[in-house]
């Protein structure tokens, strides 16, 4: 027997090496999943002062924007305490929607049910995430951090519209 | 080698830190079943308000959270690590006078914040997420608890010096080298809270600061959230390492994995924070990902323990007459309350080690982060695999340390069945829920949103509520009496070490040395935060609270 062997029983190094390889495994599907099939974690726009959204041009007026009639969307989405604004937005179903969402106060949720759409509203920083809606439908939005007392009061919705039936949010 | 016993006033010492303990269980552990009932439209929150024991969910939920998962584990933890140091190495501690300092600290650090959140000036959870802004004092008294932790730790290093230096070539016994680990992990973690407390929280609640960086702060935060579920785990580690293969009836199958476990476990827990911030704006998702390899990796010293753990039970099954593949697991003491509680934490403990590989995983993160999931898994975890065992440790360690019998056995052995049932209806109550897309931190019994279709799995959780609201008052209840009012035992406890199965001798020295695992523990958080980290200053945003109270 070498030294080895008896430091590691011969059932548990093989033991090991099975998890070794089911390790491999799951590191290597969610790359896949994250960089290739684009199920993608929330990433930073960019900074912005939380006491100033109403004086920049993009958040003074929160809401969709139609970038390609159809295809691509924007919503730009503020959560402040105790709502979220606008609270009712309106997208066509198949178009890719990306969101910009940043607080005006304290840490809030932003999760859209039913999809996975997740992110987390942190004051002074705008993060961005994208979903294509396939299906029209009425999809709920919650804030899922603690935010004081009106925390379980706040929540919105997304209306997916059929394309053909789409005149714009609001 | 003869028995050890420990002197009066160590004894005492240690009794201190669980009845601290017991006492924060027993008062955080009454707003858990009221906040399961409330899920399930049982709403007690009026009358909790009435009798002045909670204003509101929140507040609760910030006892809930700080007496259970910061209180009752940090006193039942330091207690029991002195007690394997002592009882381990033989000796006693080199200045017990630095411990006594160390402990009275966090006594007055619990004292002022549990103070500030009963005055509601500090209802922001036991995350305290700026920039929600509580009371100095909430802040003052977190920090006392970790200093006062770090001084008991301190307290353990100079005695494990004290000793190596009489002991020269001998491996440091299993219970006491792996307690002294866990302070070491300890002390690598809390230096991230250290640093968020006494830089950003504490100069900005007194009015220091105008404001600070929300995304900086959660990052220090993580840094420390993560390994802090480490030391949470690793004592109940040390129980079911170091003590329970005997308690079964059998030995430690492997010193030298127990130990290399260990190791990877501390290089492991700290840089790795970035998995409780993947949907945070402030990291970009290369690093996420890292932290998310990092994680995992995690798999490997939980497969080691899960094997050794298992084989040493296997021999003790075994050795009781346990025949076949599975027979030995029929064999085991199922009606020892201490060997009940530690099978039972372990076997829940399987089902949060799954889940938490989806936790971590990146993407499906995405489904999760910030639902109810959350806290169905961390109850398998810390509320069940680490709660449960520190309950079986009670059974025995009380009676040792008080000299009196434990009161009513089949009590204690129905309080631990009592206990695994509850947290198993409601853990997978609240997992299906959060996979529905429920939020945690919420009283969802009053959430506008709530669809009809979950109050089936609502209702399952308020029944676990129930389950579990009377086992931890047995609990409590046992405990008391056992001492204040237990029997005076006619023999001591017998204090069950397990042996290793091969000479301890065997354990190779590299496992026994510091040095190396330390610097590569924190070589690894360097590696893992400083490019981050200098992003993130050089762009800070600083935030203020709102002028307005929020709770
Ligand atoms: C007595 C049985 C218990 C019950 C019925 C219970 C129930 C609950 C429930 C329903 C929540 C979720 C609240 C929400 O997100 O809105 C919760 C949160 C929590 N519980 Fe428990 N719990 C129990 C015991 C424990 C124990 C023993 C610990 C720790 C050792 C613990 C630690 C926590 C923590 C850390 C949270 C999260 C608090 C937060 O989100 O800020 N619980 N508990
Ligand atoms: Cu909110
Ligand atoms: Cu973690």
């Known amino acids: 027997m070498t030294a080895h062997s008896t430091l590691i029983d011969r059932h548990e190094r093989r033991w090991i090496l099975i998890s070794a390889a089911l390790l491999a495994s799951f590191a290597v599907l969610i790359g896949i999943a994250g960089f290739a099939l684009g199920v993608q974690v929330p990433t930073l726009d960019r900074r912005v002062d939380p006491k100033k959204l109403n004086e920049d041009p993009m958040w003074s007026k929160p809401g969709v924007r139609e970038l390609v009639p159809g295809r691509k969307y924007e919503v730009y989405l503020i959560a402040q305490t105790w709502q979220f604004v606008p609270r009712e937005i309106v997208v066509p179903a198949g178009a890719k929607v990306t969101f910009y969402v940043t607080s005006r106060d304290i840490q809030h949720g932003f999760k859209v049910l039913d999809t996975d759409l997740n992110v987390q509203v942190i004051p002074g920083y705008v993060g961005k995430l994208s979903y294509t809606f396939k299906e029209p439908g009425e999809y709920k939005f919650i804030c899922t951090e603690y935010c004081g007392l009106g925390h379980a009061a706040m929540s919105g919705v997304i209306k997916v519209v059929p394309p053909e039936e789409y005149t714009g949010s609001q | ?551």
């Open chain 2, 1 to 551: 080698m003869g028995e050890y016993t420990l002197t009066r006033s160590e004894k005492r010492f240690i009794g201190w830190h669980l009845f601290v303990a017991i006492a924060a269980l027993s008062i955080g552990s009454f707003y858990g079943p009221m906040q399961a009932f409330n899920y399930a439209g049982w709403n007690f929150y009026p009358t909790l308000r009435k009798w002045h024991i909670a204003q509101n969910y929140y507040q609760g939920l910030t006892l809930h959270g700080v007496l259970n998962a910061v209180v009752w584990t940090t006193f039942f933890i330091t207690g029991f690590l002195t007690f394997n140091v002592i009882y381990g190495l033989r000796r006693p501690l080199k200045y017990p006078k630095l411990n006594a300092l160390g402990f009275w600290m966090m006594v007055v650090g619990v004292l002022l914040a549990s103070y500030a959140i009963l005055a509601n000036q500090a209802s922001v959870l036991y995350t305290f997420y700026p920039p929600m802004k509580a009371s100095w004092i909430f802040y003052l008294g977190l920090v006392l608890l970790v200093v006062g932790s770090w001084i008991e730790g301190y307290g353990f290093y100079f005695t494990l010096y004290e000793w190596k230096k009489q002991n020269p070539g001998v491996r440091t016994p299993f219970i006491a080298f792996a307690s002294v680990a866990t302070m070491v992990l300890w002390q690598l973690a809390t230096l991230g809270v250290a640093i968020e407390a006494l830089f950003m929280l504490l100069p900005w609640s007194l009015g220091w600061l105008e404001g600070i960086d929300v995304q900086v702060a959660r990052t220090f935060f993580w840094w420390f959230g993560h390994p802090l579920v480490y030391f949470w785990l690793l004592p109940a580690y040390i129980s079911w390492y170091g003590y329970l293969p005997r308690q079964a009836g059998g030995k430690l199958f492997s010193d030298t994995m127990a130990r290399l476990a260990f190791w990877l476990f501390i290089l492991l827990s700290v840089p790795v924070g970035f998995h409780h911030q993947f949907v945070d704006p402030g990291v970009a998702p290369a690093w996420k990902y890292i932290h998310a390899l990092l994680t995992l990796s995690v798999v490997i010293p939980s497969m080691m323990t899960l094997f050794t753990v298992v084989a040493s039970l296997e021999y003790a099954g075994i050795k009781r007459g346990g025949k076949g593949l599975l027979g030995w697991l029929a064999k085991l003491p199922w009606d020892d309350p201490v060997v009940a509680a530690q099978l039972l934490a372990g076997l829940l403990f399987i089902f949060g080690g799954i889940g938490g590989v989806v936790n971590a995983s990146y993407n499906t993160n995405l489904i999760l982060h910030n639902t109810a999931w959350v806290p169905g898994h961390f109850h398998l975890t810390v509320s069940t695999a680490v709660t449960l065992t520190f309950m079986g440790i009670s059974y025995w360690l009380v009676p040792y340390l008080t000299g009196r019998e434990l009161c009513c056995r089949k009590v204690a052995l129905a309080q631990v069945y009592l206990w695994a049932t509850g947290m198993a209806i409601f853990s997978q109550a609240m997992h299906s829920l959060g996979l529905l897309g429920a939020p945690r931190r919420t009283p969802l019994g009053e959430a506008p949103y709530v669809p009809p279709e979950w109050s089936g799995l609502l209702l399952r959780v308020g029944i676990g509520g129930i389950f579990l609201l009377t086992s931890v008052y047995m609990y409590v209840w046992i405990m008391a009496h056992t001492a204040f009012f237990g029997r005076k035992a006619e023999k001591p406890v017998e204090v069950q070490v397990a042996e290793p199965m091969r000479d301890v001798q065997l354990t190779p020295a590299w496992l026994d040395s510091w040095k190396p695992w330390i610097a590569g523990a924190v070589g690894l958080i360097l590696i893992a935060y400083t490019p981050v980290l200098i992003d993130l200053l050089s762009h800070m945003v600083p935030v203020d609270a709102p002028k307005m109270k929020l709770w």
